[in-house]
Structure formats: structure tokens, C-alpha cells
């Protein structure tokens, strides 16, 4: 159960998300993260080149490096718009070093940022290179390939303006075409993009918009099959994924349903770890304190079966009672506080040690309590994590 997660560009929606991404490390065994030239900028900002180091130095993160940014490119010079899908990216020096230029201009801002040489270059070394591909199976060739398929473009449509705009009365009879033109093509629809727009300023929705999400999810897909991960995407590129390969989406999906209703029911009205991260009430080295605290929980749960209930599998192991809490609570602590005093005893007979043992025992139930019962993965929900989002 949550064994590996992929977050591309480090959040949804084009965003970096911190809060996401801490929160992912908390659940998943192993989280990888896709960066490009626009998320490692902003995670830089967001966490400054050290926290970037440290995050990157994680035993649960692995990290890669995608210098080409899947795009949408749009011509209105003849007064049509025409669209195709491609590439953005960054020549360097030399194609053996445009990557690693890339990865440094992210990180100094094009160089306003004074930051040390010795740093980026540690950046730039845990960062692995991951280049799209450029033959028949690019994924502009497969987005291409998705846009012959009529049904699936209208339903593409559909699912995006259903997530961005939930208010928005989608027509019945909406219609959301592709018209060849020679090597590009053109939109045909009846959506009214300015009434669309109009209730929201987020976001402006336009057929070049939606067709960015084709794209988007299509290279989504591309990376969940490399990487063989969970993948951690936005609700929309999720919607398109599930019209054409379900698989890819479906044990992420079930994992989401999982977490939701373990933060739902466990957590009750506390806040999220997402939450008080992204409103910078917790730094991210607190956030790796906790998830250091947090091993055992961690280990706990990814052993559990991954057709298993996390809620039900919690409150089972919470409940559960060993031997030892069965005895008698004030006998079971005298015996093994004098108990142990008795034996230090054996070993230095001054009687001292008894005596201590009757000061232990009036001392310390609590940890009685843990050394005898045992660790229960409550011991982290109610007291590191809650104390990190209270």
C-alpha cells in the first residue's frame, strides 16, 4: 500500500504545490519528482537552494530532470487559429551540457540570484536527465494520434470544463471537433468561451486550453508507464487519463479514496499537512522532523495489504490488545519495575536497586505503557502529526 508516487512538475494545475508534495512523502514508501525548467525555479523559491538540497537528499525522494516541456502551438496569422502540439525547450552550450545549463538558470533565476557554485552543482547532480522521446511514439505524435478520435476529444472537453468550471451549464448538444488542416488543425465548437471565462478570472479557458490538457495528460501517462508509479496529477488531466487508459489512473485513484478517508475519519476536523504547509506555518525542515518521527508509522503502513482498508487496518491494530494489557495495571507495574530493580540486584546486591525500581514505578505509567504494550500507530497520528497541524 502506497509504494511509489510520481508528481510531475512538483504540483497540479502548472503550480508548485510543497504542501503536495510533503504530504505524498508522508504516506507513499517512495516519491520520484519530474522537474522542468518552470517547477524548479519556483520549488527553489518556495524552498530556497538549501531546502531544495535537503529535499532532494531524502532517503524517500528520487528526482529527475526533463529539460522539454510538452506544449500547444497556436498560429492566428490568417485569421484562423491553428493548432499543433510540440515542444518548449532551452539550447545551452552544447547539447551535452543544455540540460545542466537549464537546471542552473532555474535555480539562480538566469543568474540574479548569488547563489554558490558549490550548491548548484549539488543540484545539479541529483537530478538524473530525462529526455522525452522524438520518434513515431513522442507524445506529440500520440496526442496527434488522441485528436483522431472524435468521442474521445468532445469528452475531453467536457471533463475539463467540468473541473475548471463546475458552475458553468455545459450545453447538451456541446460540440468540441478537430479539423485537419494539412499538418496542423483547427477547433470547431459552439462553446461560448467568454461566458465560460466570465465566472471565473482563473485559469482563462480557451480551445488551445483544452487541447494543453490533451498533451498534458498524454505525457502524464508516458511518465506513469516509466517511472511505474502512482500518478500525482490535477482532477481534470485525471478525468482525460480515465477516457483513454484507466489502468494508469486506477491505483492512484483507489490510493487518493484511501488517504482522503484515513485524513476524513482518523484526522477528523484537524487540518491537513498539505494545508499548514502551504500556508508556511510549518517550514519543511519541521516537515522532515515529522517524517523522520514518522518511520514506524510509515513502515507500518505499507506493509498493509494493498486490498485492505487503511481506516479499518488502523483501528484494528489501535484496539488491539497484547497479553501483558490484560494483567492487572498497579500489580503489572510493581512487578516489573521491582522486578528489574531485583535484578540489578543480583548483579550489584545493595538493595538499591529495588529501591529504584519502587521510584521508576511511581515515576513513569506512561512508559510503562509503550514498553509494555507495545507501538501502535497511533502513537504518531495523535502525537507528532497532530501536534505538527494543530
Given at each position: ?9 512538483a504540483g ?8 503536495l ?5 508522508l ?24 531546502g ?8 524517500e ?14 498560429n492566428t ?6 493548432h ?9 552550450k ?7 545549463d ?22 545539479v ?19 496527434r494520434?488522441d485528436?483522431e478520435?472524435?468521442?474521445?476529444v468532445?469528452m ?9 468550471r ?14 485537419r488542416?494539412?499538418g ?13 471565462n ?8 480557451s ?11 498524454r ?11 502512482e500518478?500525482v ?9 480515465r477516457?483513454k487508459?484507466f ?10 479514496d ?20 502551504n ?7 519541521e516537515?522532515?522532523?515529522?517524517l ?7 513502515s507500518?503502513m ?14 484494528d491494530?489501535?484496539s488491539?490488545?497484547?497479553?501483558i ?18 535484578l ?9 536497586g ?6 521508576i514505578?511511581?515515576a513513569?505509567s ?6 509494555l ?9 495523535e502525537g507528532?502529526?497532530?501536534h505538527?497541524?494543530?
Open positions: 500500500m502506497f509504494e511509489k508516487a510520481l508528481i510531475r512538475g497540479v494545475d502548472g503550480a508548485v504545490d510543497i504542501g508534495v510533503a504530504e505524498t512523502l504516506f507513499y514508501r517512495s516519491t520520484h519528482l519530474l522537474l522542468d525548467m518552470a517547477s524548479l525555479s519556483a520549488l527553489s523559491d518556495q524552498l530556497g537552494p538549501d531544495l538540497l535537503l529535499l532532494l537528499r531524502r532517503p525522494v528520487t528526482a529527475s530532470y526533463c529539460p522539454q516541456i510538452p506544449t500547444v502551438l497556436t496569422e490568417k485569421g484562423l487559429a491553428q499543433d502540439f510540440g515542444e518548449m525547450f532551452w539550447h545551452g552544447s547539447a551535452k551540457t543544455d540540460a545542466h537549464q537546471i542552473a538558470l532555474s535555480i539562480t533565476r538566469s543568474g540574479e540570484l548569488k547563489i554558490s557554485t558549490k550548491t548548484v552543482t549539488q543540484i547532480d541529483l537530478l538524473k536527465i530525462h529526455r522525452l522521446p522524438q520518434d513515431v511514439g513522442s507524445v506529440a505524435n500520440s496526442s494520434a485528436c478520435d472524435p468521442h474521445f468532445n475531453a472537453a467536457r471533463a475539463v470544463l467540468e473541473n475548471l463546475p458552475t458553468f451549464a455545459i450545453p447538451a448538444n456541446m460540440r468540441f471537433s478537430v479539423m488542416l494539412g496542423a488543425f483547427a477547433i470547431e465548437t459552439n462553446l461560448d468561451f467568454a461566458a465560460i466570465r465566472l471565473s478570472n482563473v485559469n482563462e479557458i480551445a488551445a486550453y483544452i487541447l494543453a490538457h490533451i498533451v498534458n495528460a505525457a502524464d501517462t508516458y511518465f506513469a508507464a516509466d517511472y511505474m508509479g500518478l496529477t490535477s482532477p481534470a488531466n485525471s478525468a482525460l487519463i477516457l487508459h489502468d494508469f489512473i486506477r491505483r492512484r485513484a483507489k490510493s487518493e484511501q488517504h482522503d478517508v484515513f485524513e476524513n475519519v482518523v484526522l477528523n476536523d484537524a487540518r491537513t499537512v498539505r494545508e499548514v504547509v500556508s508556511k506555518e510549518r517550514s519543511i525542515t516537515f522532515f522532523r515529522l523522520d518521527e514518522g518511520t514506524k508509522f510509515r507500518w505499507h506493509s498493509q495489504n494493498p486490498d485492505a482498508q487503511l481506516v479499518r487496518e488502523y483501528y491494530q489501535v488491539k490488545e497484547t497479553w494489557g490484560r494483567l492487572p495495571g498497579k500489580s503489572l507495574r510493581f512487578a516489573f519495575f521491582t522486578g528489574a530493580g531485583m540489578a540486584d543480583l548483579f550489584a546486591p545493595t538493595g538499591l529495588t529501591a529504584a525500581g519502587l521510584g514505578g511511581a513513569d506512561l512508559l510503562l505503557d509503550k514498553l504494550k507495545g507501538w501502535r500507530p497511533s502513537h504518531f497520528i507528532p502529526l497532530k505538527f497541524v494543530d
